[in-house]
C-alpha cells in the first residue's frame, strides 16, 4: 500500500500558512503544521481534522525545532513530499538606526531558518525518490520599501536559495520553487494597519490595495491555489523559478493616483 502524501508547513498557524494547510487537507495531504503560536496551531487541527492534520510547536530561529517536526512527520507518514517554508517577520528602520539584533533575527527566521528546512528536507526526499520545496520571498525582494532593509535583504536571499537548491538536486527529483506574494489580507497586514499612529486601518488597507494594478488586496486562498499548483504534477518543469503572485505590482514603475484616468 502507498504511504499518504503529506506537507509540512513552517508557520502555518494562520495567514496564508493557514490557507495552505486548509487547501491541501481538502486534497487528502496529511499536513503538519509548525508555528510559534499554539492556540490559533490547534484550533487549526480541530478544524481540518486529527486524521488529516498535526500541530507542533515550533520557532524556527532554533534548529532543533525545525528537526523536531521533521522527526515526527516523517516517522508518522514515511516521508515528506511538499515543505512549505512560510515564516516571515519584519523589523523595520533605516540602516543607521537599525539594530545589529533586529538585523541578525530577520535573517535568521526568514533565511537561515529555510536554508536548515531545506538541508533536511533535501535528505528525507532523497531517500524517497523526491520531492517539492516551496520557499515564501516576497515582492521585497524584487524591488524595496524604505525602512526594510533587514526583511527585502532575506527575501532576496530566499530567492538565491531556491535557485541553488533547484539546480543541485534537480538530480534527486527535487523541485525548489519561490512564491512572491504583493499585499495579502493577512493577519499581518492587518495589524500592520493598526500600528500606523494617526492613520485609519481601514484607509490605509485601501491605499496599499490601491498600489496594486488589480486595485485590492490578495487573498491568503489565492497563495494556497498557487502553492498547490506549483506542488502538482502540473508544474513538474517548473524549478528555481520564483513566482510573483502581486495583483501586478511589480509591472508597474509609475503607479497611477486612484481616481486617475488610464493613460
Ligand atoms: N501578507 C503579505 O502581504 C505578504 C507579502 C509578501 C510576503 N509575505 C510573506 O508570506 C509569509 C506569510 O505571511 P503572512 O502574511 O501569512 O503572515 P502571518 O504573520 O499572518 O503568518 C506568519 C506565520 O508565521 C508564524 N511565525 C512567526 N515567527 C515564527 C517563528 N519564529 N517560528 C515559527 N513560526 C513563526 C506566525 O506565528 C504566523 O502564523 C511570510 O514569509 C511573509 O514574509 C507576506
Known amino acids: 500500500m502507498s504511504r499518504p502524501k ?3 508547513i513552517f508557520g502555518g498557524a494562520r495567514g496564508i500558512g493557514a490557507a495552505v494547510a486548509r487547501r491541501f487537507a481538502a486534497s487528502d495531504f496529511r499536513v503538519y503544521i509548525a508555528d510559534v503560536l499554539e ?22 530561529a532554533r534548529a532543533d525545532d525545525i528537526s523536531a517536526v521533521f522527526d515526527l512527520a516523517v516517522a508518522e507518514s514515511g516521508g515528506i513530499d511538499v515543505v512549505f517554508n512560510n515564516v516571515g517577520i519584519a ?3 533605516e540602516v543607521d538606526r537599525l539594530d545589529l539584533e533586529d538585523w ?11 536554508f536548515l528546512s531545506c538541508k533536511r528536507a533535501v535528505a528525507e526526499m532523497k531517500k524517497t525518490g523526491g520531492g517539492v520545496i516551496i520557499n515564501t520571498a516576497s515582492i521585497l525582494g524584487h524591488a524595496s520599501q524604505k525602512t526594510t532593509a533587514a526583511y527585502a535583504a532575506s527575501k532576496a536571499g530566499v530567492m538565491a536559495l531556491t535557485r541553488t537548491v533547484a539546480i543541485d538536486h534537480a538530480k534527486d527529483n527535487i523541485r525548489c ?11 499581518l497586514v ?12 481601514q484607509d490605509l488597507r485601501r491605499e496599499w490595495a490601491d498600489h496594486h494594478p488589480l486595485r485590492r488586496l490578495g487573498r ?7 502553492v498547490f499548483f506549483l506542488a502538482s504534477e502540473g508544474a513538474a518543469f517548473i524549478t528555481g523559478s520564483d513566482i510573483l503572485i502581486d495583483g501586478g505590482i511589480r509591472s508597474e514603475l509609475y503607479a497611477e493616483k486612484p481616481g486617475e484616468p488610464a493613460q
Not at 104 to 114: D, G, I, K, P, W
Not at 190 to 198: K, R, S, V
Request: some cysteine; glycine content about 8%.
Open 6 to 8: 503529506s506537507i509540512v
Open 39 to 60: 492556540t490559533e496551531g490547534n484550533a487549526l487541527v480541530r478544524e481540518l481534522g486529527e486524521d488529516r492534520a498535526s500541530f507542533t510547536i515550533c520557532d524556527v
Open 104 to 114: 541578525e533575527l530577520t535573517l535568521r527566521v526568514n533565511l537561515t531558518a529555510q
Open 91 to 93: 523589523r523595520y528602520g
Open 190 to 201: 492587518q495589524i500592520a494597519a493598526q500600528t500606523f499612529e494617526g492613520r485609519d486601518p
Open 177 to 187: 520553487v519561490s512564491i512572491s506574494p504583493g499585499t495579502i489580507d493577512t493577519p
Open 220 to 226: 491568503p486562498q489565492e497563495v494556497a491555489e498557487t
